[in-house]
């Protein structure tokens, strides 16, 4: 949900590292005072560092989120193991009959689009004072060692939805609707979870306990990207891996934009009308002591439509000190990973120089 690394390429921009969120002028605020805006202003332009070449990725597991949690034993097994597989090899997958009403996602997109729209002095009052606010909205920079400092296009809203719910105050349906599908998409994680610690034959309730997922962190995230004149010269989210467990992905009316990197190749998702994008957090990697993969993954924008995504992001309890799971560990011949708490992977990513290496590589165990 939010980068981890700011380069926009696998090779270049090692001196790059983002800053807290800021609020300057809204992406929105400015495509709506131009009539024809025909070149990017220049904190957006981030030149020839950009490049958003991808293929079409035709092979994105699809896991039914219906026989996952079927009384067939058999239907369930055979999803168990998909999803298993799904979580190793891509780290992604498009999932299908999640059974959230289509009402309750439509009114999802809706409120947020509509908070996207207030003016910018009303949103400025969500500025965030660090990176532990609970609530935040605006911009986000990505800052050189030279003092040359870029913006995503992209405008974002931040909140953090449990154990604690915070939520703006307008629009005024939006916390009842935030609250309803946050608490549904938090149930689903926690089936993932389970449904993932049964293949690894773990035991549901140790992995539960061990992750404190009661109390688990949750974030909700959405992002607005207005149309683009030069989507090549710019990004929306750069590449970067997700804190937590699992993140449940909405794209509206199933706009590419999403690009997700297998193998040093970078692969264009467009996914199906009704489905979500849910992929592995750094955290259960660790924890599966390598067995599921976290991908690098950004977003990209073009210069005919808006897009408006809504990300939630599922972890461990914020106090969790989160390593391999210790029967793992045991059966592996030893961790792969270091231990690290959450909350403090979280604000270390957030605020960390970036320098070529991920906080989730800094973690790998070399053997």
């Given at each position: 949900m939010a980068p981890a690394a700011v380069s926009t390429n696998s090779s270049a921009d090692d001196t790059r590292r983002?800053?807290?969120?800021?609020?300057?002028?809204?992406?929105?605020?400015?495509?709506?005072?131009?009539?024809?805006?025909?070149?990017?202003?220049?904190?957006y332009n981030l030149g020839d560092t950009n490049d958003t070449r991808a293929s079409s990725c035709e092979s994105l597991p699809v896991i039914d989120y219906s026989a996952l949690t079927s009384s067939d034993p058999h239907q369930r097994s055979k999803a168990i193991a998909e999803l298993a597989e799904a979580c190793a090899d891509w780290g992604f997958f498009v999932l299908v009959n999640h059974g959230v009403p289509k009402e309750l996602i439509e009114s999802m997109f809706a409120t947020v689009r509509e908070f996207f729209r207030l003016p910018d002095d009303e949103k400025k009052q969500y500025e965030a004072k660090s990176t532990s606010s609970p609530i935040a909205c605006g911009n986000f920079n990505l800052k050189s060692t030279s003092n040359e400092t870029f913006t995503l296009w992209r405008d974002f809203l931040k909140l953090y939805v449990h154990p604690d719910f915070h939520c703006p105050t307008k629009p005024q349906p939006l916390r009842e609707i935030l609250a309803e599908y946050t608490e549904r998409t938090r149930k689903m994680a926690r089936e993932l979870v389970g449904a993932v610690a049964e293949s690894m034959e773990l035991d549901r309730q140790y992995v539960e306990e061990a992750l404190e997922l009661d109390s688990s962190f949750q974030k909700f995230g959405g992002n607005f990207y207005p149309p683009c004149p030069q989507p090549d010269q710019t990004i929306g989210l750069p590449p970067h891996n997700d804190p937590g467990l699992f993140t449940i992905l909405l794209i509206h009316n199933g706009l590419a934009g999403l690009q997700i990197e297998r193998q040093s190749?970078?692969?264009?998702?467009?996914?199906?009308?009704?489905?979500?994008?849910?992929?592995?957090?750094?955290?259960?990697?660790?924890?599966?002591?390598?067995?599921?993969?976290?991908?690098?993954?950004?977003?990209?924008?073009?210069?005919?439509?808006?897009?408006?995504?809504?990300?939630?992001?599922?972890?461990?309890?914020?106090?969790?000190?989160?390593?391999?799971?210790?029967?793992?560990?045991e059966r592996d011949g030893g961790a792969l990973y270091r231990s690290m708490k959450y909350q403090e992977y979280v604000e270390s990513q957030l605020s960390r120089t970036f320098n070529g290496i991920s906080i989730l590589d800094e973690q790998r165990i070399s053997t």
């Open positions: 983002h800053q807290p969120f800021e609020f300057n002028e809204s992406v929105q605020s400015l495509v709506d005072a131009s009539d024809n805006l025909e070149a990017l202003p220049t904190k190749h970078w692969f264009e998702v467009n996914p199906p009308p009704n489905s979500m994008i849910v992929n592995v957090g750094d955290h259960l990697e660790i924890f599966s002591n390598g067995r599921c993969k976290s991908s690098r993954h950004r977003a990209v924008v073009n210069k005919e439509r808006e897009r408006l995504s809504i990300a939630v992001g599922n972890g461990p309890g914020k106090d969790v000190v989160v390593g391999p799971a210790a029967l793992l560990v």
